[in-house]
Every structure is written in C-alpha cells, then in structure tokens.
C-alpha cells in the first residue's frame, strides 16, 4: 500500500474532518468517523490523515469505464432506455460479506485504480458516446465525493445527468452537499434488521433509513434495491416490515427492486436466491400498496414490467435489459388512459439495449 502524499496530483484536501483532543483528526464524511493520526487512512481506503488534514487519495482516478443501460444501475423510471457511462474508484465505507464488487470495493491497491481522467475529460467523453448520463458505481461514492460532484457539474454543463448508486451510509452535512450535484440515485437498503447492518456490513441501519428520508424530501429522483440473502434477510416477515416501512416513509411511488444474491467474497457458502423469493417479496410489496416492483438478477420479464397504475397495463416491458415495449409518451403519461407514470422522462424512449461496453480513457 502507498502512502499519502500531497504531492500526488490525485490527491486533494478535503473539508468534513474536525480536530480531537487527543491529537487526532476525525473524518465527518459518514458515520464511521474515523479517528486518524498523521498518516493513516480511514477504513474506506481512500480517504487519510496527511499534513494534519483529510485528503482523498483517489481524485480522477478511475478502476475502469464501462457504458451501460442505466437500468442496469437498477434505475427502471429515469430516462429508460439511455445509455449511461459507469465507473468507480477503490475502497468502501462498509464492509459487506457478500460484496459482489470485492475485487474493487475492497481493494487496498492503488494500482487497482489503472484509469484515469479529469472531471471535463469524463464529461467530454460521455458526450461523445452518447451518454445521458454518468453512473458513480462498482464502489460507493461517498468516499470519493469531491471527485463525483466535480463530475457532475462538469456533465451538467453539457447536458448530462448525474447518477449515484450508493449504500446511503453518509452523515446529515455532507450527504446535503453532495446530493445537490446529482440528479438520480438508487440507494442499497441491505436488510431491514440493524442485527443485520452490525454483523453483515458493519454498519447500522437507522442512519440509512435517515438518507432514504431525506431523499424523499429533495428533487432527487431515487429507486431502492434490496439484495436477498437466503437465511439472513429473505423472511417474508423483514420483507414485510421494510415495505410498511417504505410505503409509510417513501410513499407508493419509489420504485423498489428486489434482486437475486449469488455467493461472492466471504459468503460463498450461501446458496444463490431462488427466483421464488424474489417473486414472493414482489408480491408482498404489492398487497403493501407499492405500485413499481422488480426483481433483478434473474430472467422474469413479469418483475421487469412497469405497469401503469392507473390502467393496470404493461407500459414498460423489459427482457432483461431490453425495452420490448414502450406505451409512455414523452412526459411519461400512459398511452391507453392518460395515467402519470412516476419518474423522470424526456421524450422518445432510448435504443441502447443490453449492451455493455468497456471505455478506454487516455485523456488524464
């Protein structure tokens, strides 16, 4: 592992850390609040005590780019059918066993970070690709913030939006700061049992539930993805109780995904989730009154349909990734009664399709 040096040009002070009186710094940036002394990184990785400050040490340094369907993200309600440019850095703010980005999240190399490109570059290169929109993915961007709202102002300025899959794990002041950059998230609620959070991840549950709140109150548009562990959250009774949760706090219009584990990192012991789960969690959400709810992970065109919650129609119907039909018109309006889909849309629906597509930088 390097250490840090502010004569790296990718690394750059940052401002939510506060002095001890002990001597040492601690990082305000979420929930963990690490305590560093001179020199030492916090747990995420990317983010350490030099000169007597917290510095990122991952600034437009990139663990790759890939173009992507955004409802790959998952996001089903926002600009469906467009194209997004994904990428991520290293390192995590949790500490999930059953990480399916490990090899990234959990990175302790600076070398895993083998890309790189300035905020103006990124946005640049979105446009030329074609891409509504760039995704902070593969790891969350809560620990490298000052990096993805520099990207984002820079796609703004050419149109593009900014899309943040996060775990949510992020303190009131910074959380206020960086969601005024972005325009989409979707928001990993892990479990619905703090037991879970603590021995799982190694966080806690409330201080997500409070970011999933404090969404609700903004312009950001957001959908939900809960990832189904046999025998450590699946119990239709959770299920149950984190619906009632999310249609009381959320409202019925929050898109909610549903989607299949499959073993990774140190959870390789778990069997992979039976699609019957995920179609039994969907259909618990639904007698909840939650009107958008997929599955993911798992062919099933059925927990991939949107279906207009007026009519009862399928408006969007998705194989995979594939829009196999579309009954929206430009604003989102179902065609057969007039009814207003939730979401965020912006004329014809896009053609991108399944298609995954590796990006290479060369513009630093």
């Known amino acids: 592992m390097d250490t840090l040096s502010l004569a790296d040009p990718h690394t750059v002070p940052t401002k939510y850390w506060h002095e001890l009186p002990d001597g040492r710094i601690q990082c305000d940036i979420c929930p963990r609040n690490c305590r560093l002394h001179e020199g030492q990184r916090g747990l995420c990785f990317v983010r350490g005590r030099i000169d007597n400050q917290v510095v990122l040490a991952s600034y437009g340094r990139s663990s790759g780019f890939c173009v992507d369907p955004v409802e790959k993200k998952p996001l089903n309600h926002f600009l ?50 074609g891409c509504r929109s760039v995704a902070f993915t593969y790891n969350d961007p809560v620990i ?54 603590q021995k799982i991840t190694f ?109 009862g129609a399928g408006v969007v119907v998705r194989d995979w990734y594939d829009i196999q039909r579309y009954e929206l018109t430009g604003s989102g309006r179902c065609v057969h009664c007039g009814h207003q889909v939730s979401g965020v849309y912006d004329g014809a629906v896009g053609t991108w399709g399944r298609r995954r597509m590796p990006v290479q930088m060369y513009r630093a």
């Open 80 to 129: 469906p059918g467009t194209a997004v440019l994904s990428f991520g850095t290293a390192g995590c703010n949790l500490a999930c066993r059953f990480c399916q980005n490990w090899d990234i999240s959990k990175s302790r190399e600076i070398d895993t970070l083998s890309s790189a490109a300035s905020p103006e570059a990124l946005a640049v290169e979105a446009e030329r690709l």
């Open 144 to 197: 490298f913030m000052e990096y993805a709202m520099d990207v984002a102002d820079a796609c703004h300025a050419r149109g593009i939006k900014a899309i943040a899959v996060s775990a949510g794990y992020m303190n009131a002041a910074p959380r206020e700061e960086f969601y005024r950059h972005i325009d989409a998230a979707n928001i990993d609620l892990k479990a619905f049992t703090d037991s879970f959070y």
């Open 203 to 311: 966080a806690k549950l409330p201080m997500v539930l409070e970011t999933l709140e404090y969404l609700r109150g903004t312009d950001v548009w957001f959908e939900v993805t809960t990832l189904l562990i046999p025998g450590h959250n699946d119990a239709p009774d959770e299920i149950a109780q984190e619906c009632d949760w999310f249609a009381e706090h959320l409202g019925p219009d929050v898109p909610l995904h549903f989607t299949a584990f499959h073993p990774d990192f140190k959870m390789r012991d778990v069997p992979p989730t039976p699609p019957e789960t995920l179609r039994m969690a969907r259909r618990i959400a639904r007698e909840r009154g939650l009107r958008y709810v997929y599955t993911g992970n798992v062919h099933d065109p059925g927990g991939g349909t949107t279906q207009c919650p007026g009519c």
